[in-house]
């Protein structure tokens, strides 16, 4: 099964989060991240759920310094959910599946 969870790098996000024509909710997590490995699995199940609505990537926050420096990303795992190039809203921290779900009905 074809995952609807891309990994992205610092040089690719303005190209496929900011110029996107459908909302797009990015995971900045770390390989070392407990929570980030426990939220992975729930990110993939809404990707799955919300993926013909929504674009859905990960950024290693390790690997790709700059991006999360531009957007104040200070603790991971952090959901950020960019509309139109902006960002709409944030959540940090491993949260619950209905806590995501809830973010993207918002958007209509």
């Known amino acids: 099964m074809a995952s609807n969870v891309k990994d992205i790098k610092d040089s690719e996000f303005e190209n496929l989060v900011l110029k996107s024509d459908k909302p797009v909710l990015v995971d900045f997590w ?3 991240c407990g929570p980030c490995r426990m ?4 990110f993939e199940e809404v990707a799955a759920s919300y993926g013909d609505k929504v674009n859905f990537y990960k950024l290693n926050v390790d690997e790709n310094q700059d991006t999360p420096k531009k957007y104040g990303v200070r603790g991971i795992p952090t959901l950020m959910l960019f509309k139109d190039g902006n960002v ?3 959540i940090v921290g491993a949260v619950p599946k209905g806590q ?6 918002k958007l209509g």
């Not at 939220?39 to 729930?42: D, F």
């Not at 995501?100 to 009905?105: D, F, N, Q, T, V």
């Open 39 to 42: 939220m992975a699995p729930v």
């Open 100 to 105: 995501i779900e809830e973010l993207i009905k």
């Open 30 to 32: 770390a390989s070392w």
């Open 88 to 90: 709409v809203n944030t």
